[in-house]
């Protein structure tokens, strides 16, 4: 167990809807990471934050947002969902930016209908 | 740009045997790797990590190696194990950068 935790475990949802997954981080832990995996594309980094705000960003679509809330804790926002949105997503936190070890969560699997 | 990639989408070992998991990465400014292992329903676990002052990395049964003339990072594990099965990753970090790289994984079966 990593201490990281990630809900829901599973989510399945029609296209053109919107979900919101939720991660919290290992306590302590102040950067959280949000990775797509699919099977055609492996781990995706989407984006990350650190104490609430957004440090860096990668292939995250205009359709899907995060933020990190004051208690540390995330939330992934995926909205207007299409087929090919059905993948895992997985939640990492570390101590800070940079820091070198990312400890993941369990995953959401999302599929979308 | 962003690649890393590698070479055997699979591999089959005898329980017992070592295993070599080869990963190529293509950006020379990368300063930090890591192995991950990935076992069916759950997320990446770290596993061991190298930088790049460094060309060899021994942990508990595993080692990595860095060969940065050729950009090629391999994990070696020792006296492989029924539960060593599962995928591993790597991933490269390019200096000055916070975000990971990830390969694409390698499925490493166990035969009895």
């Known amino acids: 167990d990593s201490g990281v935790t990630q809900t829901p475990k599973h989510l399945i949802t029609a296209t053109g809807q919107r979900v919101t997954l939720r991660c919290s981080p290992r306590s302590g832990d102040l950067s959280v990471y949000w990775y797509q995996q699919s099977l055609d594309q492996g781990l995706q980094f989407l984006i990350q934050y650190y104490n609430g705000e957004e440090r860096a960003k990668g292939n995250i679509l205009e359709r899907f947002s995060a933020q990190q809330f004051p208690d540390l804790h995330s939330e992934l926002n995926l909205s207007s969902l299409e087929l090919g949105d059905s993948a895992l997503y997985f939640c990492a936190s570390s101590v800070a930016p940079g820091e070198d070890e990312q400890f993941f969560g369990p995953g959401t699997r999302l599929t979308v209908l | 740009g962003e690649s890393v990639g590698l070479h055997l989408p699979t591999l089959s070992v005898q329980e017992g045997d070592n295993s070599i998991i080869n990963c190529a990465y293509s950006?020379?400014?990368?300063?930090?790797f890591i192995w991950y292992k990935q076992e069916s329903g759950k997320g990446p676990q770290f596993i061991i990590d190298i930088r790049s002052n460094m060309d060899k990395r021994q942990g508990q049964r595993v080692t990595v190696l860095l060969n940065k003339t050729v950009k090629h990072l391999s994990l070696q594990i020792a006296a492989t194990q029924p539960g060593d099965s599962a995928v591993y990753f790597c991933?490269?970090?390019?200096?000055?950068?916070?975000?990971?790289?990830f390969g694409q994984g390698t499925r490493l079966t166990i035969n009895p």
């Open positions: 950006n020379s400014a990368s300063d930090y």
């Open positions: 991933a490269e970090r390019y200096q000055g950068a916070q975000k990971l790289v």
